[in-house]
């Protein structure tokens, strides 16, 4: 926070600071510095640190807000297409087919709820064609269908579902009543 604020690095010595007294030596000059930071993470930590550090609004004045969907329009599909295609390229992952690729960008819009939207949290979909992959080759398939892709999504939800399975099995047995 120090080099932000006063443009320059200075080398210290940590236990120059808690002694009584000083055992001080050559110091090196500070080194100028004219950099960008870009803070990323959630929004309730920029909060935090701007309402309880006042140096921080003075340091980082533009906050930036990304959404985390986009329309679902002919040119966003076209480049959701080559994104699966560069993943897989990049994964060495098999081929998809188009109904794998369909079934991908269903998943997409149910991530954000939307049927015109589509998702931009990538990490979730980058994950789901690594796991559809794995089905795919498990069944000794040519390329990624869509039935792997859904093997995918249940298996996912599958594995999140713990808290509600043990919530139902409670309501089942007679351990916790609704009226």
């Known amino acids: 926070k120090k080099a932000l604020k006063h443009r320059e690095v200075r080398i ?31 929004l309730y930590i920029y909060h935090l640190l701007y309402m309880y550090d006042e140096d921080f609004r ?53 991530l ?6 589509l998702t931009a949290k990538f990490s979730k979909i980058d994950s789901l064609l690594k796991e559809a992959d794995y089905w795919a080759r498990l069944q000794s398939s040519s390329r990624i269908q869509a039935e792997h892709v859904q093997k995918a999504i249940d298996e996912k939800i599958y594995r999140s579902n713990l808290i509600e399975d043990k919530m139902q099995q409670l309501f089942d047995d007679g351990t916790i009543l609704v009226d």
């Open 112 to 117: 954000t709820e939307h049927q015109q939207k």
């Open 12 to 42: 210290e010595d940590i236990t120059e600071r808690f002694k009584i007294i000083s055992t001080e030596g050559l110091k090196p000059q500070p080194i100028p510095v004219n950099v960008k930071v870009i803070l990323v993470g959630p």
């Open 58 to 110: 003075k340091i980082f004045k533009v906050k930036a807000d990304f959404d985390l969907s986009m329309s679902r329009d002919a040119d966003r599909v076209r480049q959701y297409v080559f994104f699966i295609a560069s993943k897989a390229n990049e994964y060495k992952l098999l081929p998809f087919h188009k109904t794998a690729v369909a079934r991908i960008l269903e998943y997409s819009s149910r």
